[in-house]
């Protein structure tokens, strides 16, 4: 494609906007064709969005841009696309060719108001990385300190600003002439892009989140955040310290100088972990070229241009969430996921509390386990075909923080195979589940909930004459859960009554001088008290398993 092609504003909406039609049109002549949905079918479904996928990473490749941006976005998207679509935008990086160092040159010396040797007094004129925003360049200043200087693309402003309008048209057909557009919130949905797209425009931004970042995790021995230079660094350039190292993921530099890879990844999962439960700024593109690793062993964290930020009250519907899920009280979940924006006005509660709580169930069952590749896949169809019904949408910061949970996980895997998630993260889950302020808030709750199989029996009795044939079978792990639940408390209130007795028969033999009663009420007393401490023990281990 001709290179000047794409700074034309009427050429790059004409491709963008043609190419959103021709996926519309294909997408619905293939439901006209294919009224039969079996496996034939469902394999051509398949192999259509894998060619329109990597119709728009040539496309993205080739224009640059928002594009490549938007695909990123997109990725992180699982209630807007298909899995299989987002599997070949998974691959989707800022794979562009370098801007001619004459413009990056002419883009410092506007934004520093003089020539680039009042600065520096050397640039490599090669960049070291190239992305869809700016590229980084090796200098030196003139004390003799290495730098990086990320510069801003050419034109890259003028190019994203048509690229909006090209989305805009793009989201007015998906919303006119599609069953999708009545269903999600489109407006909401393309100020989310541009918004979060516009703000990696500024390195202003960057500068600020970075310093953020290096206050927030100086306690963190083992990672470094870059120093930046604030006097030269503007909105379109940005002057950091230079770093020497190697990306995360290169074991064989790691092997050479006799770093463990295992005590990186678990300081890679500390620094992580600590950005995804607990309120505050995460990094939201944590992929192995912004995480590098020094011959020492720090790990160092680069590219703050692309952040999210967890609110607390977002980390509080979290955590309320996932109590609703070990307590089982979907609706307490159904209530999280309203207030964190996932579920839209028109939702179906009912429909999408019985989807959690059957899936919930059969991953409890150890169903997921015993399911071949084939039933997997139909259940995720199944829950993909749920999400596009309903009025279900993910707003951005919790779908960065979902694609940044993916990447670390993937980088981890990487570095170390045998990396043991659960173990690493049940010390900090346990803080994090019994909230930031009170750490025995969710225990409390756990005992107070723990009285509910007492009336739960008519309930149960109603959910399973409502399930129909597919819940005839009583989930034994979950009736027997239950049972021991009344079992504790019906031995406990026993035991209770058995030390109230013996109390009002100690002092009804005080007052009546009675010996032989006085010894039954110690009896029972006795017994009462020693029955009360072991069901309650029993039952405060079983709550807290």
Not at 56 to 62: Q, T
Request: with cysteine.
């Amino acid at each position: 494609m001709n290179s000047r092609l794409k700074y034309i504003s009427l050429y790059r909406i004409t491709v963008i906007v043609w190419m959103a039609v021709k996926f519309l049109l294909q997408i619905f002549w293939f439901h006209k064709t294919h009224r039969i949905w079996d496996q034939n079918t469902k394999d051509k479904w398949k192999g259509l969005l894998e060619r329109q996928a990597w119709e728009y990473r040539r496309k993205a490749i080739e224009l640059g841009g928002l594009l490549i941006k938007f695909g990123q976005f997109l990725s992180s998207r699982a209630d807007l696309l298909p899995r299989s679509f987002i599997k070949e935008l998974e691959g989707l990086v800022d794979r562009v060719e370098s801007t001619p160092f004459q413009y990056s040159k002419q883009i410092i010396e506007q934004a520093w108001g003089g020539p680039i040797d009042e600065q520096l007094k050397s640039i490599d004129n090669t960049p070291v990385a190239s992305a869809s925003i700016g590229d980084v360049y090796r200098a030196v200043l003139h004390d003799g300190t290495p730098v990086a200087i990320k510069v801003q693309r050419y034109r890259v402003d003028e190019i994203f600003k048509v690229d909006f309008k090209a989305l805009r048209m793009v989201f007015f057909i998906i919303g006119t002439f599609t069953r999708y557009g009545k269903k999600a919130d489109l407006p909401a949905l393309y100020k989310e892009v541009v918004t979060v797209i516009t703000n990696e425009l500024d390195f202003t931004l960057e500068l600020s989140n970075g310093n953020h970042f290096k206050r927030r995790f100086k306690d963190f021995r083992s990672v470094y955040i870059p120093d930046y230079y604030k006097e030269i660094s503007t909105k379109r350039v940005l002057v950091m310290e230079w770093i020497e190292g190697a990306k995360i993921t290169d074991l064989a530099f790691m092997k050479r100088h006799h770093i463990h890879p295992e005590k990186v990844a678990k300081t890679l999962f500390d620094l992580c972990v600590e950005q995804f439960l607990f309120s505050g700024m995460f990094h939201s593109d944590p992929h192995p070229g912004n995480l590098m690793i020094r011959p020492d062993g720090t790990i160092v964290v680069i590219d703050f241009g692309m952040v999210g930020v967890m609110k607390q009250t977002e980390a509080d519907s979290i955590r309320s969430m996932v109590q609703g899920f070990i307590l089982e009280d979907y609706d307490r979940v159904i209530h999280a996921l309203i207030e964190m924006d996932f579920l839209l006005a028109d939702v179906d509660i009912e429909r999408v509390k019985k989807l959690i709580k059957q899936t919930t169930d059969l991953y409890l069952d150890g169903g997921f386990g015993k399911l071949d590749a084939n039933k997997m896949s139909d259940i995720m169809d199944e829950l993909q075909s749920f999400i596009k019904e309903q009025p279900i949408q993910l707003p951005a910061d919790y779908a960065f923080l979902g694609r940044a949970t993916s990447i670390v996980v993937g980088v981890l895997m990487t570095i170390y195979p045998q990396v043991d998630l659960v173990d690493w993260g049940r010390p900090v889950l346990k803080r994090w589940m019994s909230g930031e302020n009170s750490r025995a808030s969710f225990y409390k709750e756990m005992i107070s909930e723990s009285a509910k199989p007492l009336l739960s029996l008519p309930r149960a009795l109603v959910s399973y004459l409502e399930d129909g044939d597919k819940q005839r079978e009583w989930q034994r792990t979950e009736q027997q859960k239950k049972l021991f639940h009344q079992f504790y408390l019906f031995y406990g209130m026993l035991a209770f009554l058995f030390m109230v007795a013996g109390a009002g028969s100690i002092m009804f033999a005080m007052v009546n001088e009675t010996r032989f009663l006085l010894t039954i009420g110690i009896v029972l007393c006795g017994f009462g008290v020693v029955g009360m401490l072991v069901v309650g023990v029993s039952h405060i281990r079983m709550i807290k398993r």
